[in-house]
C-alpha cells in the first residue's frame, strides 16, 4: 500500500520561511512527476511547484523565487521550501506524486498540510 505522509508546516509571520516534506513509504518501484498543490479558503485548489526525476522543476508565477521544490529519490522525500512567505500563501498544502508499484502507475496524494501566514 502506497501512502505519502507530509509533515511541516505551521504558522509563520509575513516575510517568514516554513520547510515542507512529503514521505512516500509503500511496495514502489518507481515515481514519477511530483507536485505541490494548495488549497485556500474559498478557491480552487492549485498547482504550486512540480519536479520531475532528474530535477527539472516549474513554479507557479505567484511563488516564484520564493519557493523552491526538491527530490530525493533515494529516501523518496519531497520537499517545499517556502520563503518570504505572504498572508495569501495561507491555505492547504498537498503533495500528489505519479507513484508506480507492480502496476501502470497512479497519482496519489498527500494529506494536507496547513500553512498560515498571518502578522
Known amino acids: 500500500q502506497v501512502q505519502l505522509v507530509q509533515s511541516g508546516g505551521g504558522f509563520a509571520q509575513p516575510g517568514g520561511s516554513l520547510p515542507l516534506s512529503c514521505a512516500a513509504s509503500?511496495?514502489?518501484?518507481?515515481?514519477?512527476?511530483m507536485e505541490w498543490y494548495r488549497e485556500a479558503p474559498g478557491k480552487q485548489r492549485e498547482l504550486v511547484a512540480d519536479?520531475?526525476?532528474?530535477?527539472?522543476?516549474d513554479y507557479a508565477e505567484s511563488v516564484k523565487g520564493r519557493f523552491t521544490i526538491s527530490r530525493d529519490d533515494v529516501k523518496r522525500i519531497l520537499y517545499l521550501q517556502m520563503n518570504d512567505l505572504k498572508p495569501e500563501d495561507t491555505a492547504v498544502y498537498y503533495c500528489?506524486?505519479?507513484?508506480?508499484?507492480?502496476?501502470?502507475?497512479?497519482?496519489?496524494w498527500g494529506q494536507g498540510t496547513q500553512v498560515t501566514v498571518s502578522s
Open positions: 500528489k506524486a505519479s507513484i508506480a508499484t507492480n502496476v501502470k502507475p497512479f497519482f496519489y
Open positions: 509503500g511496495s514502489i518501484s518507481d515515481i514519477g512527476l
Open positions: 519536479i520531475v526525476p532528474g530535477g527539472a522543476d
